[in-house]
Nanobody
Framework: QSQFVESGGGLVQTGGSLRLSCAAS????????VGWFRQAPGKELERVVC????????LYSDSAKGRFTVSRDNAKNMVYLQMNSLKPEDTGVYYC??????????????????WGKGTPVTVSS
């Protein structure tokens, strides 16, 4: 049973927006740095953004800067990714993942402890 569940993906036109949500269960997400990752068809998994456990620090990939915004509500055990000005190259399966960390934005793919099953995003041209 997945301990992280993503939702909010779907089909959107170029320039549109989507808000992804990630719900944590069976662990307190407030103790964890959380990353959003994506995997485009035929490509490797890449990190989109990492947010520290408190939410005070974020680290975006170059492709996400200025268009995506990550946020979290630790009281609700939730993490969000607002995606604006979407492009076809944003198409992929989006995953959230957590790594226990009291501070910092260190979210390497190989060190994340909990993963969701992903939510698909398709941006049509």
């Amino acid at each position: 049973q997945s301990q992280f569940v993503e939702s909010g993906g779907g089909l959107v036109q170029t320039g549109g927006s989507l808000r992804l949500s990630c719900a944590a269960s069976e662990f307190v997400v407030g103790y964890y740095a959380v990353g959003w990752f994506r995997q485009a068809p035929g490509k490797e998994l890449e990190r989109v953004v990492c947010i520290s456990s408190s939410g005070d620090d974020t680290l975006y990939s170059d492709s996400a800067k200025g268009r995506f915004t990550v946020s979290r509500d630790n009281a609700k055990n939730m993490v969000y990714l607002q995606m604006n000005s979407l492009k076809p190259e944003d198409t992929g399966v989006y995953y959230c993942a957590a790594r226990r960390s009291p501070y910092g934005t260190y979210c390497p793919t190989t060190a994340m402890e909990y993963w969701g099953k992903g939510t698909p995003v398709t941006v049509s041209s």
